[in-house]
T-cell receptor
Framework: EAQVTQNPRYLITVTGKKLTVTCSQNMNHEYMSWYRQDPGLGLRQIYYSMNVEVTDKGDVPEGYKVSRKEKRNFPLILESPSPNQTSLYFC?????????????FGPGTRLTVL | ELKVEQNPLFLSMQEGKNYTIYCNYSTTSDRLYWYRQDPGKSLESLFVLLSNGAVKQEGRLMASLDTKARLSTLHITAAVHDLSATYFCAVLPNAGGTSYGKLTFGQGTILTVHP
């Protein structure tokens, strides 16, 4: 089944403790992206990747890192999480950026930073 | 910086009525996407609009794009309860710029359809 998976789905952590949220897609998509969703703010793009080893900042990259060493995986790293990073995170992928290629979204990761 | 604004942000409708959600954006683009999100769920793609005058329809929903006005609309015809959800529009800048892959979402419109 074609899908985008994220792990973990739920995470409660403490300020400053490094964490990684994994994202994997099995559709051989070139484009992958991370978003955070906060009430009243919609979804905001954190980072995106046009292909392997090509990443770029979205609108809210501060406090996050990403890497794209292989096509299927696009992990989101929080080196020193803070409470303002408490949010719902979505990973998404598409064959390429734009055009007829709408994005396929993962199930989401709810992160709480205490 | 690309800005995308939806209105209304909250919409309470009676079943059987028609209404329109508006999505305005601030920069040249002919790549606009509509998504639906049910409570506690992920996002599901509804429409992809790629040119001026594009119109797409699926059931009771119809989306259109006017690139000159930088406006997309999502029209709901004869609403039913199952359409209750949050609807987002999202815009990608046109090809050739440095932000080609940078997708910007509107704030979302929370639609509630009452019997």
């Amino acid at each position: 089944e074609a899908q985008v998976t994220q792990n973990p789905r739920y995470l409660i952590t403490v300020t400053g403790k490094k964490l990684t949220v994994t994202c994997s897609q099995n559709m051989n998509h070139e484009y992958m992206s991370w978003y955070r969703q906060d009430p009243g703010l919609g979804l905001r793009q954190i980072y995106y990747s046009m292909n392997v080893e090509v990443t770029d900042k979205g609108d809210v990259p501060e406090g996050y890192k990403v890497s794209r060493k292989e096509k299927r995986n696009f992990p989101l790293i929080l080196e020193s999480p803070s409470p303002n990073q408490t949010s719902l995170y979505f990973c998404a992928s598409s064959p390429i950026a734009g055009g007829r290629n709408t994005q396929y979204f993962g199930p989401g990761t709810r992160l709480t930073v205490l | 910086e690309l800005k995308v604004e939806q209105n209304p942000l909250f919409l309470s409708m009676q079943e059987g009525k028609n209404y329109t959600i508006y999505c305005n954006y601030s920069t040249t683009s002919d790549r606009l996407y509509w998504y639906r999100q049910d409570p506690g769920k992920s996002l599901e793609s509804l429409f992809v609009l790629l040119s001026n005058g594009a119109v797409k329809q699926e059931g009771r929903l119809m989306a259109s794009l006017d690139t000159k006005a930088r406006l997309s609309t999502l029209h709901i015809t004869a609403a039913v309860h199952d359409l209750s959800a949050t609807y987002f529009c999202a815009v990608l800048p046109n090809a050739g710029g440095t932000s080609y892959g940078k997708l910007t979402f509107g704030q979302g419109t929370i639609l509630t359809v009452h019997p």
